[in-house]
């Protein structure tokens, strides 16, 4: 599974998070980890494979083949290091798609400006959701949920294959209602690589590659995905 | 009589009105976070200069005699209902009453009242040799002031803004509080004035004509000491002169020390008066926020505000962090958020009071959760939860929303891996930066969409998607559009700004 592979930097208060949850989804996850306590933790959890070292050397680095990852994800514990890690990362491998989370506002530039392809900032988004939840409390309650449990509503993105029934047809057209799901947005390839949100009120044309992202129960969108794959609607 | 008295008593212990009333009367009167009592103040401080603007004006104008009847009638009234009103709720005289008879009940001894009726009048008459019940009290009388010299007690009208003044109170509480300092220096004052006017009296009683007995020269005394000198008795010995050297030099150096009595005293409570001030302030809104800690989650907050916030307070523990908020330009007091007098302080009674426990330490926002909602199940808290093992423990403490940075962040790495296209939407719907939001539509009792089924309702003309609805704590999603709409359900719908708006503008209203 070449294109599932993940290299993850740091096994600390969100490394281990994240690493567990991917390892869910069937990710392969490489740990690597400058702390010995955290390496250990991270062997005991299940992750053979980790690699305990020094992060700041460029050999070590190298050694790790990072070019062969899907994805790099920075979040170690320490903010130094992360911003130093992030910045070796994207001098010795600048094509690289680096991912890495941020404790504090100013890191989160210092981040950017190392060359991280993604910065998550933990106080932005905390901090946003308190202005959401004193706006509209019940919806923020719903979301969340939508987007933490792993059960139940949820959000999910599927890509148009070439011989789907959907290729072709615009979004006002197609009924969705009867799978149990609503369309939320999609990127259009045609409209370059820009995320639409479904509410713009443009109508979309759908092509092969294109990715929607639906709303719904689980379930639903799971079977919804699969059909949509076929050449002609069932329902 | 006894009995009648017992009956009166009883039945005012238990009549609910006669409770609620003076519950009222007395919140209005004294409690400063009752909405409506600046209406009272503001009453009462338009009626005190008026009536002094009047006294002023009658000096040289004559005025007619409706105004006269205004200040003498009116006002004076209007005062008298203040007067007894505060003698009324200072204590409960029934509450005596039925306590002695149920102790005489239980110990089977004789129902005395008198006595227990004597306790509580004593109390209201301490309370009547008050120095405000005694302003308030000389300031009804209007008889004063056919006689000219007794007109000055209008005056006495004036002082009755200290009352309803804060800043004098504040002031009159400093300089008590430097009660020792003061008397010293007024005893000392007093010792020196007196030795000095019985010494000129002495010395200069025959030789200066301008002191003819003792009052003179204590008055002259003073007028030296205090370097104010008006110079109408002057010594005209050498001996009369060299007390007034030596009274000048401990008079300089007497005001000085007052001076610096005073300013340290007020320097000591500075914090405190400004810390007040601020509470009083917030106080004064119907609904506000408590900002517990100025860390980065606070900083961040506040630096996103879209519309600028305006009733809030922030509470930290550490003094440094209080100075960084004020450096930052935010209202910031130094107190625990835990303690129970701080939180009790807030307006909790008539005010909507959303706190926010943003401390980094979990303990402390648990803490401050407990201590919130043991003051009122009405507070609301949204706090910060680090450690997610802990979630259910602030269930328990009874937090209305939690925060948890930590998982929140953890779920948008993993999503922005397994998913980085639904990351997008989704991240760009939680940071608030992208043109769709999801919004709740809130549907009262007499909103215009009661009633109607989901397929009347036109989503797709104000380009808005709905989701779903809540009702009673459970959410509908997508529900079939046959579906009615009851009042108090939430509509769950993602759109522009504007479409929501402009969705609300054509929904909402009444039947």
Known sequence: ?235 | MNQLLLSLALYLRTSKRYKKSKNFVSDLLNNSSNPYKKYVDITIIFLIVTSVFILIYEVKHPVPEWVDNYDIYFVSFVFSIEYILRLWVYNDLSEFVTEEYHESQFLQRKFEPWSVLKIGLVEKLKYMVTPAAIIDLLAIFPAYRPLRVLRIFVLFRVLKLLRYTKSINQFVEVISNKRFELLTLLFLLFFIVMTAGIAIYVLEERLNPNIEDLFDAVYWALITISTVGYGDISPVTPEGRTISMLIIVSGIAMISFATSVIVSAFSERLIELKENRIVEQVNKSRSFLIVCGYGQMTKMFFRQKKDALHNYIILDKSLERVETARKDGYDAIHEDASRFETLNKFNVEHAKITILCLTASDVENIYITLNAKSISRKIKVIARVNDISIISKFEYAGADHLLMPNRVVNTMVHTAITQPTMYKAVHAILTGKSLAHIDEVHIHEFHSLVGKSIKEIDFKGSKLLFIGIQREGKFMFNPSTSEHIKSYDILLVMGRHISINYFNTLYAGDI
């Not at chain 1, 990072?66 to 491998?93: A, G």
């Not at chain 1, 609503?182 to 995320?195: P, R, T, Y």
């Not at chain 1, 479904?198 to 929607?212: K, P, S």
């Open chain 1, 1 to 235: 599974m070449f294109a599932k592979n993940i290299l993850l930097f740091g096994y600390g208060n969100h490394g281990k998070f994240i690493a567990q949850g991917l390892a869910k989804d069937g990710f392969s996850v490489k740990v690597v980890e400058s702390n010995q306590e955290y390496y250990r933790q991270a062997q005991e959890d299940g992750f053979q494979d980790a690699v305990h070292m020094d992060v700041t050397k460029d050999d070590a680095l190298k050694a790790l083949n990072p070019q062969d990852y899907v994805k790099l994800v920075c979040v170690m514990d320490d903010e130094h290091l992360n911003v130093f890690l992030t910045l070796s990362l994207h001098s010795l491998f600048n094509e690289s798609y680096i991912l890495s989370i941020s404790d504090s506002m100013h890191t989160t530039k210092k981040l950017k400006m190392a060359g991280a392809t993604k910065v998550i900032d933990l106080y932005e988004v905390s901090a946003n959701r308190i202005h959401n939840i004193l706006k509209r409390p019940v919806a923020t309650k719903l979301l969340e949920g939508f987007v933490l449990e792993r059960d139940g509503i949820g959000f999910k993105e599927m890509i148009i294959t070439e011989d789907s029934f959907l290729v072709g047809m615009t979004t006002d057209e197609i009924d969705f209602s009867p799978y149990g799901v609503l369309l939320v947005g999609m990127i259009d390839e045609e409209l370059g690589h820009a995320f639409v949100f479904i509410t713009a009120g443009i109508n979309h044309n759908l092509d092969c590659d294109d990715t929607i992202v639906c709303i719904g129960p689980r379930d639903k969108l799971e079977a919804f995905s699969e059909e949509i794959k076929k050449r002609e609607r069932s329902i």
